[in-house]
């Protein structure tokens, strides 16, 4: 089943294999995006390769290789799959501070 969740930086997912990931990053002139996986691995999809992703939404995560903290949600609108968001949650984006 792909997926229908429009990407959202800050925004965190499972795989059916049980990676959790964030979203990192979006490049609107690429139509790609990253992720970057819970063990601090990062991976840039295509938006079409996004759009067959078998996910769900989970609740940001708050420790792992590197500290993550809430920060204000950036929103980006893509138009190439069709999307709908759960229930509002924090948004997390990582700043490089490791406190």
Do not use: H
């Not at 840039?44 to 500290?67: F, H, Q, S, Y």
């Amino acid at each position: 089943m792909a997926t229908e969740f429009e990407p959202r930086v800050g925004d965190w997912y499972r795989t059916i294999t049980g990676d959790n990931f964030e979203i990192v990053a979006l490049d609107l002139d690429d139509d790609t995006l990253e992720i970057q996986y819970f063990d601090g691995m990062i991976e840039e999809l295509d938006m079409d390769t996004w759009c067959e992703l078998n996910i769900v939404p989970i609740e940001p995560r708050k420790t792992g290789p590197a500290l993550w903290i809430s920060s204000a949600m950036i929103t980006v609108s893509i138009s190439k799959c069709t999307a709908t968001r759960p229930e509002a949650a924090p948004s997390t984006v990582w700043t490089g501070k490791t406190e």
